[in-house]
């Protein structure tokens, strides 16, 4: 838990990339949404569904990485930053990820997958799950990807840090900036297809 709190003060996660989510006006709070949609029945609905998983499981990594790093959230409780952390450890136990890595590369290799398989091209999708940072990797971890599991944390932490943000835009609660509007953190992109230099 020492080492996810050390995260949260670190530098501003990178622009979402173009295939993350659909609205790039505001593209943290979007993925928070999706992450929500996607694990409100447990993960249920994902089940048998690869790159529809690759595509979620990319979400609730970036809405870490968003809630943790964009000083624009501080308002945001640190019980749901911890809330969501859990499920992210749930959720890369469930993939085979290492909880020491590093957001980027995941999220690279989720989206990477989601758009193979959307394209039907398994080989591809399990090119991009390479190994180590994927385990077991390759095909397995593509069909690792449709048989997660039940995600009783991942469907908590969502749905709670998605009514956070809901409630905090109702009462207004942002001190003075709403996420989405201009002026906050700047965002640089790491090589998914994401605009350079997104300002928040």
């Known amino acids: 838990m020492l080492a996810g709190c050390a995260e949260m003060r670190q530098a501003p996660p990178p622009a979402a990339p173009l295939d993350l989510v659909q609205s790039r006006a505001d593209p ?4 928070i949404d999706a992450a929500a949609a996607a694990f409100a029945d447990r993960g249920a609905g994902l089940t048998d569904r690869p ?3 690759a595509r979620a499981a990319a979400q609730l990594e970036y809405a870490v990485a968003a809630l943790g790093r964009e000083t624009r959230y501080a308002p945001v409780p640190d019980g749901i930053r911890r809330d969501m952390l859990l499920a992210r450890t749930e959720l890369r136990d469930a993939l085979g990820v290492a909880e020491d890595a590093p957001p ?6 989720l989206l990477g997958a989601a758009r193979a398989l959307q394209a039907g091209r398994p080989a591809q999708a399990a ?3 390479p190994a180590p940072l994927f385990r077991p990797g390759g095909e ?12 009783p944390q991942a469907a908590n932490a969502t749905a709670l840090a998605a009514r956070e943000v809901a409630r905090l835009d109702a009462e207004s609660g942002w001190n003075g900036s709403r996420p ?3 002026g906050g953190t700047q965002i640089t992109t790491f090589g ?4 350079m230099g997104v300002g928040y």
């Open 127 to 129: 090119a991009a799950l």
């Open 28 to 31: 943290s709070r979007a993925a």
């Open 180 to 182: 989405g509007e201009t």
């Open 51 to 53: 790159g529809e998983a």
């Open 192 to 195: 998914l297809g994401g605009n």
């Open 140 to 151: 397995r971890s593509v069909a690792r990807l449709g048989n997660l599991g039940p995600l």
């Open 104 to 109: 980027e590369p995941v999220i690279r290799g």
